[in-house]
């Protein structure tokens, strides 16, 4: 079984930062993808960023110098720095690991996700 979680969200005021964290365990391919989704009320699935185990990661325009992504040491943890947070982000925050096919991912282990809250 895999398993996902997710840790750190919370509610904090415009123009302040949080740190997400995703950790996934009990995944038998050697190497994969993992990437930070989101999902506010009334609209669709959002792909924040995205990292392939070549070490690439793209991020979304909305969130495009103001948040990153890495990875620890053993690979098997994606850390979200978010920076100067615009109420726009709040959103329930979702991790994924899966698999990077020649066109898109097949994303197949999900966390409960994460909730993140930007007061104006």
């Known amino acids: 079984q895999v398993q996902v979680v997710e840790s750190g969200g919370g509610s904090v005021q415009a123009g302040g930062s949080l740190r997400l964290s995703c950790v996934v365990s009990?995944?038998?391919?050697?190497?994969?993808?993992m990437a930070w989704f989101r999902q506010a009320p009334g609209k669709e699935r959002e792909e924040v960023a995205v990292?392939?185990?070549?070490?690439?990661?793209r991020y979304a325009d909305s969130v495009k110098g103001r948040f990153s992504a890495s990875n620890d040491n053993a690979k098997n943890t994606l850390n979200l720095q978010m920076n100067s947070l615009k109420p726009e982000d709040t959103a329930m925050y979702y991790c994924?690991?899966?698999?990077?096919?020649?066109?898109?991912?097949?994303?197949?282990?999900w966390g409960q996700g994460t909730q993140v809250t930007i007061s104006s």
């Open positions: 994924a690991a899966g698999v990077k096919t020649a066109t898109s991912h097949i994303w197949m282990a």
């Open positions: 009990g995944y038998t391919y050697n190497t994969y993808s």
């Open positions: 990292s392939d185990s070549d070490g690439s990661t």
